[in-house]
């Protein structure tokens, strides 16, 4: 994967703000349903996604910085004497037992964090020396990998197929359940590191996040949108077109709508799956004027005769 900074087009100084402004600017130029489902546009909006979900996370965002993770969220590879590993010559009369370990706290730290252990090296080394007297190694569990991903609000709401990358290198397409929150573990059991001696696997568990939507903000299995309106619309009321997940449908709004004003779409939320009901859409009215000078607009306002408070509601 690209340089994340490279792909939202912002520098590595960048603030929080720059970093969502750049995302969304983008998420809206690329998403596919402004593109028509077309796949190089999904492929993009992907893209746009897994670089946000790096540097919009503050924790991702200081450790890709720091090199501790890749483009793609994945720990960097070990490599012992970065970590000050020493260990007596093995052509010069070394044994198991002269073997020396120089952890700092920090590093304990930061292996335990990626699901690596100094005590699972040093068993390594002992049990492969076949040092006369150590006797066989001890069965073990495979080691269990931590794995992040980011899948568009489209594919956490309908399911689909996501490509991840193990630590050990190996790509396996994992099933992304339909409704998946944002947050949500997926477990793969027995897809992890390989035991020792005749031990079980270890699992696979993925951490998912969901990337923002341009337009819909969810909440559970109800999703939230904004829908401008003309101020006729408003005054008068009528039909308008309202895109939902599932496809564009017609919203009556009421005479002397005013912004603020919320419609709900029943059904039209996150898809019922598994035993549970569809959630809804609620639509929030905001009354938006024409941009640029409407002379006849003006005329009517300077002409309008009504007298009213917009703000008397205020403290």
Do not use: C
């Not at 024409?290 to 300077?302: H, I, M, N, Q, Y």
Request: aromatic share 6%; proline share 7%; net charge positive.
């Amino acid at each position: 994967m690209r340089d994340p900074y490279e792909i939202l087009g912002v520098p590595k100084g960048a603030t929080e703000t720059e970093i969502k402004k750049a995302f969304r600017t983008l998420a809206k130029k690329y998403h596919p349903d402004t593109k028509g489902g077309d796949a190089a546009a999904k492929r993009r909006f992907q893209e746009i996604s897994g670089a946000y979900d790096i540097l919009g996370d503050k924790e991702k965002r200081a450790k890709f910085d720091a090199g501790q993770i890749d483009a793609g969220g994945n720990p960097r590879g070990f490599d012992p004497r970065a970590h000050g590993f020493e260990s007596a010559p093995f052509g010069q009369g070394g044994n198991p037992s002269d073997f020396h370990f120089t952890w700092t706290n920090q590093d304990r730290g930061h292996e335990a964090a990626e699901g690596f252990r100094p005590e699972d090296l040093f068993a390594d080394l002992l049990g492969g020396l076949g040092v006369k007297g150590r006797g066989h190694p001890q069965p073990r569990a495979g080691q269990d990998f931590a794995v992040q991903t980011t899948v568009s609000f489209e594919e956490a709401v309908h399911g689909g197929t996501r490509r991840v990358v193990l630590p050990n290198g190996e790509q396996i397409d994992v099933k992304i359940p339909p409704g998946l929150k944002d947050g949500q573990q997926i477990r793969l059991k027995g897809r992890g590191g390989a035991g020792k001696s005749g031990a079980p696997p270890g699992d696979v568990m993925i951490h998912v996040s969901v990337a923002p939507h341009p337009n819909f903000v969810r909440d559970g299995r109800d999703l939230k949108v904004d829908l401008p309106v003309s101020l006729k619309e408003a005054v008068l009321g009528g039909k308008v077109a309202v895109k939902t997940l599932t496809g564009t449908v017609s919203l009556s709004v009421p005479p002397n709508a005013n912004t603020g004003t919320v419609l709900r779409l029943k059904g039209k939320g996150v898809p019922a799956h598994g035993g549970e009901t569809a959630g809804d859409l609620y639509v929030r009215l905001v009354v938006t004027l024409p941009e640029g000078e409407d002379a006849e607009l003006k005329k009517f306002a300077e002409d309008w005769r009504t007298i009213y408070d917009p703000r008397a509601k205020l403290r």
